[in-house]
């Protein structure tokens, strides 16, 4: 058994009745919108999101339909940013398939973005689902806040740190924060427990997305070599950033004259590669994630012991050692 098949063991049967649940939900009497989403389903990613919900709603009290319904909410929301960031970055592979927004074109993928958000909050109405669709639709919010605050920041290639972790926490640990708020939610947990999953996945999240950061500076297991996308996009993420305040104003400026040019060249990412490298912008960026991993396990210290604690002690580890 693999680290995430192990991790959802505790709530493996939830998760297969959710995938029956899920389904009915994207279901329309349209065709066409059929055949899109019948080709999205079958392109499912690991469901950590789903996942964090039905264990911080088994962490927190007894799973039930609301937890269904977060889980669907999440899953629609999820899919559809998805959609929408394969057409604003022109993107036309996902998951190692080709992305919808390549098959169909940008017109459809951004309907279909459309309509699952217009889902969403369908099922969140007609199930009267009020708080859900509160923390969602905040989450949404936040979402499209990070990416167009990320653009404006990427322009000048001036990111500080701080900003760097208010972009990643509205893009990727707002809504892993949404779905361990939405697990304690659905099964009527205090305002307090509430909070305390919402820090959890927060803090999850944030790390999800520095390891993320980090594969574009650690050699691939696979490949057996970096990978640079974030480079050649020139994006400045935390292993760069920590790394351009350690060097001096000249090698500052190189760097960033070097990731500004129009043409990406061959040697660009060597040169950014061996300069983060050097200025311990791997170590730094470790040593955060070691924080985070701390303060989650921390937190779910102050629960019992139970299956659905334990699998989220081992999300955790699977979250910041994973290779892809």
Same mark, same amino acid.
């Given at each position: 058994?693999?680290?995430?098949?192990?991790?959802?063991e505790?709530?493996?049967?939830?998760?297969?009745?959710?995938d029956?649940?899920?389904?009915?939900?994207?279901?329309s009497?349209?065709?066409?919108l059929?055949?899109?989403?019948?080709?999205?389903?079958?392109?499912?990613?690991?469901?950590?999101?789903?996942?964090?919900?039905?264990l911080?709603?088994?962490?927190?009290?007894?799973?039930?339909?609301?937890?269904?319904?977060?889980?669907s909410?999440a899953?629609?929301?999820?899919?559809?940013?998805?959609?929408?960031?394969?057409?604003?970055?022109?993107?036309?592979? @996902? @998951?190692?398939?080709?992305?919808?927004?390549?098959?169909? !074109?940008s017109?459809?993928?951004?309907?279909?973005?459309?309509?699952?958000?217009?889902?969403?909050?369908?099922?969140?109405?007609?199930?009267?689902?009020?708080?859900?669709?509160?923390?969602?639709?905040?989450?949404?919010?936040?979402i499209?806040?990070?990416?167009?605050?990320?653009?404006?920041?990427?322009?000048?290639?001036?990111?500080r740190?701080?900003?760097?972790?208010?972009?990643?926490?509205?893009?990727?640990?707002?809504?892993?924060s949404?779905?361990?708020?939405?697990?304690?939610?659905?099964?009527?947990?205090?305002?307090?427990?509430?909070?305390?999953?919402?820090?959890?996945?927060?803090l999850?999240?944030?790390?999800?997305?520095?390891?993320?950061?980090?594969f574009?500076?650690?050699?691939?297991?696979?490949?057996?070599?970096p990978?640079?996308?974030?480079?050649?996009?020139?994006?400045l993420?935390?292993?760069?950033?920590?790394?351009?305040?350690?060097?001096?104003?000249?090698?500052?400026?190189?760097?960033?004259?070097?990731?500004?040019?129009?043409?990406?060249? !061959?040697?660009?990412?060597?040169?950014?590669?061996?300069?983060?490298?050097?200025?311990?912008?791997?170590?730094?960026?470790r040593?955060?994630?070691?924080?985070? !991993?701390?303060k989650c396990?921390?937190?779910?210290?102050?629960?019992p012991?139970?299956?659905?604690?334990?699998a989220?002690?081992?999300?955790?580890?699977?979250?910041?050692? @994973?290779?892809?």
């Open positions: 058994m693999d680290t995430l098949s192990r991790i959802k505790p709530v493996s049967n939830e998760l297969k009745r959710f029956k649940v899920f389904s009915s939900a994207m279901k009497e349209i065709t066409l059929n055949v899109i989403t019948n080709f999205v389903l079958r392109r499912k990613g690991k469901q950590i999101r789903p996942l964090l919900i039905f911080t709603a088994k962490l927190n009290g007894t799973i039930n339909e609301s937890t269904y319904t977060a889980a909410l899953e629609l929301l999820h899919t559809a940013t998805l959609i929408h960031d394969d057409v604003v970055d022109e993107a036309y592979e @996902r @998951r190692g398939f080709l992305s919808l927004n390549a098959i169909w !074109k017109k459809i993928a951004v309907l279909l973005g459309d309509y699952l958000l217009s889902k969403s909050l369908i099922i969140s109405v007609e199930r009267k689902e009020h708080e859900l669709l509160e923390i969602f639709t905040s989450t949404v919010k936040e499209i806040e990070g990416e167009i605050f990320q653009i404006q920041k990427s322009r000048k290639l001036n990111i740190e701080d900003e760097y972790f208010d972009i990643i926490k509205k893009k990727t640990a707002s809504l892993l949404a779905c361990a708020a939405a697990g304690a939610t659905s099964v009527k947990s205090s305002k307090e427990e509430v909070e305390l999953m919402k820090t959890f996945g927060l999850l999240g944030t790390a999800f997305q520095i390891k993320d950061d980090l574009d500076y650690e050699i691939s297991s696979v490949t057996g070599k990978r640079g996308n974030d480079i050649q996009e020139k994006k993420t935390l292993p760069l950033i920590a790394a351009l305040q350690k060097a001096g104003n000249s090698e500052k400026r190189k760097i960033i004259f070097l990731i500004n040019q129009k043409s990406y060249k !061959k040697d660009t990412y060597n040169k950014v590669f061996h300069f983060v490298h050097e200025y311990g912008g791997l170590d730094y960026s040593s955060i994630l070691s924080d985070l !991993k701390n396990e921390n937190i779910l210290i102050k629960y012991v139970s299956e659905a604690r334990e989220l002690f081992r999300l955790i580890n699977y979250v910041i050692e @994973r290779d892809k």
